[in-house]
């Protein structure tokens, strides 16, 4: 069965600092993995998605991702956070079978704080 | 825009009362979906509908069952609401060709308090 582990529950940077959380999947056949934003009292936005071909993807707002089979990971960055980058964000992977419906498997999420 | 409807933004019931969460989306879209979220669990899915009158079982059913009767309409049910039903729960919809050309929309939630 597909799972998406987050290790960081939560992460605290200055405003102007990089950003990178991290992402890693279990999946035995080629993943198609995601990363969502959730604003405080908001639905989950589509970041970005990586489904072949490039490594590197990027998405909206600057963020960027890069898939590393080697590592089971698909950790996002950002070169410099801004306040409104706070949020919690979401890492998904879509299940077997899944693709046709959009059935997700979702990490336990990272919230990040920022500080001015 | 995909607009995705949560009826309900806030939730309070009683142990034992039928709830029912009301999702609509404008887009036409085939599939929908119910997820419930919990702190340090991530989006769990409950059930979801693939078109009217059809769904299928996500991870976590017990306790709950969905309608499809419209295809712009998506209502979860908890039957007999218990306290471990407090959650959020967030309704999203695709479109069939989502894989390449439209992600999962979401509603803003539905948080569920269960005394």
């Known amino acids: 069965a597909q799972s998406v582990t987050q290790p960081d529950i939560h992460i605290t940077v200055s405003e102007g600092a990089s950003l990178e959380l991290r992402c890693n999947y279990s999946?035995?056949?080629?993943?198609?993995l995601f990363w969502y934003v959730q604003s405080p009292g908001q639905g989950l936005q589509l970041l970005l998605k990586y489904f072949s071909g490039d490594t590197l993807v990027q998405g909206i707002k600057g963020f960027e991702a890069e898939f590393k089979r080697s590592q089971s990971s698909f950790n996002l960055r950002k070169p410099s956070v801004h306040w409104s980058d706070a949020a919690e964000y979401f890492c998904?992977?879509?299940?077997?079978?899944?693709?046709?419906?959009?059935?997700?498997?979702f990490g336990q999420g990272t919230i990040l704080t920022v500080h001015p | 825009d995909v607009k995705v409807t949560q009826s309900s933004r806030y939730l309070v019931k009683r142990t034992g009362e039928k709830v029912f969460l009301e999702c609509v989306q404008d887009?036409?879209?085939?599939?929908m979906f119910w997820y419930r979220q919990d702190p340090g669990l991530g989006l769990r899915l409950i059930y979801f509908s693939y078109d009217v009158k059809m769904k299928e079982k996500g991870d976590i059913p017990e306790g709950y069952s969905v309608s499809r009767e419209k295809k712009e309409r998506f209502s979860l049910i908890l039957e007999s609401a218990s306290t471990n039903q407090t959650s959020m729960y967030l309704c999203?919809?695709?479109?069939?060709?989502?894989?390449?050309?439209?992600?999962?929309?979401f509603g803003n939630g539905t948080r569920l308090t269960v005394t």
């Open positions: 998904a992977v879509a299940r077997a079978g899944g693709t046709s419906y959009g059935k997700l498997t």
């Open positions: 887009m036409d879209h085939e599939n």
């Open positions: 999946y035995g056949a080629t993943p198609y």
């Open positions: 999203a919809s695709s479109s069939r060709g989502w894989f390449y050309n439209s992600p999962l929309h």
